[in-house]
Protein backbone atom coordinates (compact mmCIF):
# COMPACT_ATOMS: atom_id res chain seq x y z
CA UNK A 1 0.00 0.00 0.00
CA UNK A 2 1.34 3.07 -1.25
CA UNK A 3 0.79 6.28 1.56
CA UNK A 4 0.60 9.74 0.55
CA UNK A 5 3.04 11.82 -1.15
CA UNK A 6 3.37 15.38 -2.15
CA UNK A 7 5.91 17.38 -4.54
CA UNK A 8 7.82 19.32 -4.45
CA UNK A 9 9.56 19.22 -0.75
CA UNK A 10 10.45 22.88 -1.15
CA UNK A 11 9.43 25.54 -2.96
CA UNK A 12 11.21 29.57 -2.93
CA UNK A 13 8.74 31.74 -5.09
CA UNK A 14 8.89 35.42 -4.69
CA UNK A 15 5.38 37.69 -4.27
CA UNK A 16 2.85 37.67 -7.08
CA UNK A 17 4.08 34.78 -8.56
CA UNK A 18 1.79 31.62 -8.95
CA UNK A 19 2.37 28.06 -7.66
CA UNK A 20 1.31 24.76 -8.02
CA UNK A 21 1.60 22.09 -5.39
CA UNK A 22 0.83 18.24 -5.86
CA UNK A 23 -0.61 15.58 -3.95
CA UNK A 24 -0.86 11.64 -4.94
CA UNK A 25 -3.20 9.89 -2.61
CA UNK A 26 -3.52 6.71 -0.90
CA UNK A 27 -4.26 3.83 -2.45
CA UNK A 28 -7.99 3.42 -2.47
CA UNK A 29 -8.40 6.81 -1.56
CA UNK A 30 -10.95 8.81 -3.64
CA UNK A 31 -10.98 11.78 -1.18
CA UNK A 32 -8.14 14.80 -0.86
CA UNK A 33 -7.91 17.42 1.56
CA UNK A 34 -5.76 20.53 1.96
CA UNK A 35 -4.41 22.03 4.66
CA UNK A 36 -2.28 25.10 5.05
CA UNK A 37 0.16 25.06 8.32
CA UNK A 38 2.08 28.23 9.55
CA UNK A 39 5.18 28.18 12.15
CA UNK A 40 3.98 27.08 15.51
CA UNK A 41 0.19 26.29 14.55
CA UNK A 42 -2.44 23.17 13.65
CA UNK A 43 -3.58 23.15 10.33
CA UNK A 44 -6.10 25.41 8.78
CA UNK A 45 -8.04 23.38 6.39
CA UNK A 46 -8.44 24.87 2.59
CA UNK A 47 -10.83 22.78 0.94
CA UNK A 48 -11.34 19.31 0.06
CA UNK A 49 -12.35 17.18 -3.15
CA UNK A 50 -14.21 13.89 -3.83
CA UNK A 51 -14.38 12.48 -7.02
CA UNK A 52 -13.04 15.24 -9.00
CA UNK A 53 -15.71 17.75 -7.58
CA UNK A 54 -14.34 20.74 -4.75
CA UNK A 55 -16.18 19.70 -1.36
CA UNK A 56 -16.30 22.05 1.44
CA UNK A 57 -14.12 25.12 1.88
CA UNK A 58 -11.94 26.88 4.13
CA UNK A 59 -12.04 30.33 4.94
CA UNK A 60 -9.30 30.77 2.22
CA UNK A 61 -9.70 33.63 -0.81
CA UNK A 62 -10.65 32.62 -4.44
CA UNK A 63 -6.55 32.63 -5.48
CA UNK A 64 -6.50 29.25 -3.67
CA UNK A 65 -7.51 26.95 -5.97
CA UNK A 66 -7.39 23.29 -7.02
CA UNK A 67 -8.06 20.28 -8.53
CA UNK A 68 -8.58 16.71 -8.52
CA UNK A 69 -7.54 13.86 -11.21
CA UNK A 70 -9.39 10.69 -12.44
CA UNK A 71 -6.62 8.61 -10.64
CA UNK A 72 -7.47 11.02 -7.18
CA UNK A 73 -4.08 12.64 -7.58
CA UNK A 74 -4.61 16.45 -6.41
CA UNK A 75 -3.53 20.24 -7.20
CA UNK A 76 -3.59 22.72 -5.31
CA UNK A 77 -2.55 26.09 -7.21
CA UNK A 78 -2.02 29.53 -5.47
CA UNK A 79 -2.02 32.91 -7.44
CA UNK A 80 -0.66 36.20 -6.56
CA UNK A 81 1.59 35.02 -3.69
CA UNK A 82 1.61 37.14 -0.63
CA UNK A 83 4.03 37.04 1.75
CA UNK A 84 1.99 35.28 4.09
CA UNK A 85 1.74 32.11 1.98
CA UNK A 86 4.94 31.31 3.06
CA UNK A 87 3.80 27.50 5.33
CA UNK A 88 3.43 24.02 4.96
CA UNK A 89 1.20 22.67 2.88
CA UNK A 90 -0.23 19.68 3.86
CA UNK A 91 -2.40 17.09 1.96
CA UNK A 92 -4.50 14.17 3.36
CA UNK A 93 -6.26 11.35 2.00
CA UNK A 94 -9.38 9.40 3.00
CA UNK A 95 -11.76 7.34 1.86
CA UNK A 96 -15.10 8.66 1.72
CA UNK A 97 -16.53 12.01 2.03
CA UNK A 98 -15.08 13.22 4.69
CA UNK A 99 -16.08 10.47 7.09
CA UNK A 100 -13.15 8.54 8.93
CA UNK A 101 -9.74 8.71 9.34
CA UNK A 102 -7.41 11.31 7.28
CA UNK A 103 -3.51 10.16 6.21
CA UNK A 104 -1.19 13.35 5.76
CA UNK A 105 1.59 13.42 3.28
CA UNK A 106 5.38 14.81 4.08
CA UNK A 107 4.26 18.36 3.13
CA UNK A 108 5.38 21.41 1.04
CA UNK A 109 7.24 24.09 2.31
CA UNK A 110 6.46 27.41 0.88
CA UNK A 111 8.51 30.18 1.01
CA UNK A 112 7.75 33.51 -0.85
CA UNK A 113 10.04 36.43 -0.40
CA UNK B 1 -15.34 29.44 12.69
CA UNK B 2 -15.01 26.47 15.22
CA UNK B 3 -11.76 26.33 17.38
CA UNK B 4 -10.37 23.90 19.19
CA UNK B 5 -8.11 24.44 22.74
CA UNK B 6 -5.51 21.89 23.35
CA UNK B 7 -3.83 21.75 27.33
CA UNK B 8 -1.21 21.95 28.14
CA UNK B 9 0.55 23.97 25.40
CA UNK B 10 3.95 22.66 26.25
CA UNK B 11 5.05 20.33 28.37
CA UNK B 12 8.79 18.47 29.67
CA UNK B 13 8.54 15.40 31.73
CA UNK B 14 10.66 13.12 32.62
CA UNK B 15 11.60 9.68 30.70
CA UNK B 16 9.41 6.95 32.07
CA UNK B 17 6.62 9.70 33.06
CA UNK B 18 3.44 9.25 32.14
CA UNK B 19 1.65 12.00 30.09
CA UNK B 20 -1.64 13.36 29.65
CA UNK B 21 -3.24 15.79 27.62
CA UNK B 22 -6.69 17.56 26.09
CA UNK B 23 -8.50 19.10 23.69
CA UNK B 24 -11.69 20.41 24.53
CA UNK B 25 -14.34 22.68 22.56
CA UNK B 26 -17.68 25.09 22.55
CA UNK B 27 -19.37 22.86 19.99
CA UNK B 28 -20.65 18.68 19.93
CA UNK B 29 -18.07 16.73 17.62
CA UNK B 30 -18.78 13.05 16.31
CA UNK B 31 -15.16 12.37 15.31
CA UNK B 32 -11.94 13.08 17.44
CA UNK B 33 -8.57 12.27 15.79
CA UNK B 34 -5.21 12.72 17.67
CA UNK B 35 -2.09 13.41 15.53
CA UNK B 36 1.72 13.58 16.13
CA UNK B 37 3.69 15.95 13.88
CA UNK B 38 7.62 15.74 14.07
CA UNK B 39 9.90 18.64 12.58
CA UNK B 40 9.57 18.46 9.27
CA UNK B 41 7.07 15.94 8.31
CA UNK B 42 2.96 15.55 8.08
CA UNK B 43 0.64 14.81 10.99
CA UNK B 44 0.93 11.09 11.60
CA UNK B 45 -2.23 9.73 12.63
CA UNK B 46 -2.39 7.94 16.09
CA UNK B 47 -5.79 7.18 17.30
CA UNK B 48 -9.47 7.89 15.83
CA UNK B 49 -12.58 8.01 17.80
CA UNK B 50 -16.62 8.03 16.44
CA UNK B 51 -17.94 6.89 19.68
CA UNK B 52 -19.00 9.09 22.94
CA UNK B 53 -16.96 7.87 25.83
CA UNK B 54 -14.68 4.89 23.15
CA UNK B 55 -11.41 4.31 25.03
CA UNK B 56 -8.66 3.21 22.45
CA UNK B 57 -5.47 2.42 22.72
CA UNK B 58 -2.51 1.97 20.72
CA UNK B 59 0.52 0.57 22.15
CA UNK B 60 1.13 2.94 25.10
CA UNK B 61 -1.13 5.60 23.90
CA UNK B 62 -4.54 5.56 24.78
CA UNK B 63 -7.12 8.44 23.82
CA UNK B 64 -11.06 8.86 25.24
CA UNK B 65 -13.66 10.27 23.51
CA UNK B 66 -15.70 12.71 26.34
CA UNK B 67 -18.69 12.19 27.25
CA UNK B 68 -20.22 15.23 26.75
CA UNK B 69 -19.03 14.90 22.79
CA UNK B 70 -16.90 18.73 23.34
CA UNK B 71 -13.67 16.95 24.69
CA UNK B 72 -11.09 14.30 23.81
CA UNK B 73 -8.30 13.16 25.98
CA UNK B 74 -4.72 11.28 24.89
CA UNK B 75 -2.84 9.78 27.53
CA UNK B 76 0.70 8.55 27.15
CA UNK B 77 2.45 5.69 29.30
CA UNK B 78 5.82 5.43 30.30
CA UNK B 79 7.02 8.32 27.80
CA UNK B 80 10.62 7.66 25.58
CA UNK B 81 12.26 9.99 24.03
CA UNK B 82 10.81 9.53 20.80
CA UNK B 83 7.70 10.57 22.44
CA UNK B 84 8.49 13.76 20.93
CA UNK B 85 6.99 15.85 19.04
CA UNK B 86 3.62 18.19 18.82
CA UNK B 87 0.79 16.10 19.76
CA UNK B 88 -2.53 17.09 18.05
CA UNK B 89 -6.38 16.87 18.23
CA UNK B 90 -8.84 17.64 15.44
CA UNK B 91 -12.39 17.18 15.39
CA UNK B 92 -15.28 16.77 12.99
CA UNK B 93 -18.46 18.54 13.56
CA UNK B 94 -20.64 16.20 11.57
CA UNK B 95 -19.77 13.36 9.21
CA UNK B 96 -18.70 14.94 5.50
CA UNK B 97 -17.52 18.30 7.24
CA UNK B 98 -13.89 19.49 7.34
CA UNK B 99 -11.47 17.93 10.09
CA UNK B 100 -10.74 21.49 12.85
CA UNK B 101 -7.46 21.50 14.24
CA UNK B 102 -6.63 22.27 17.77
CA UNK B 103 -3.03 24.55 18.38
CA UNK B 104 -1.19 21.43 19.55
CA UNK B 105 0.66 20.08 22.50
CA UNK B 106 4.56 20.42 22.46
CA UNK B 107 6.26 17.65 24.61
CA UNK B 108 9.44 16.81 25.09
CA UNK B 109 11.19 14.41 26.86
CA UNK B 110 14.03 14.46 29.30
CA UNK B 111 16.54 11.74 29.64
Known amino acids: ETGVTQSPTHLIKTRGQQVTLRCSSQSGHNTVSWYQQALGQGPQFIFQ???????GRGNFPPRFSGLQFPNYSSELNVNALELDDSALYLC????????????FGPGTRLTVL | GQQLNQSPQSMFIQEGEDVSMNCTSSSIFNTWLWYKQEPGEGPVLLIALYKAGELTSNGRLTAQFGITRKDSFLNISASIPSDVGIYFCAGQLRYGQNFVFGPGTRLSVLP
Open chain 1, 49 to 55: YYREEEN
Open chain 1, 92 to 103: ASSLGQGRGEQF
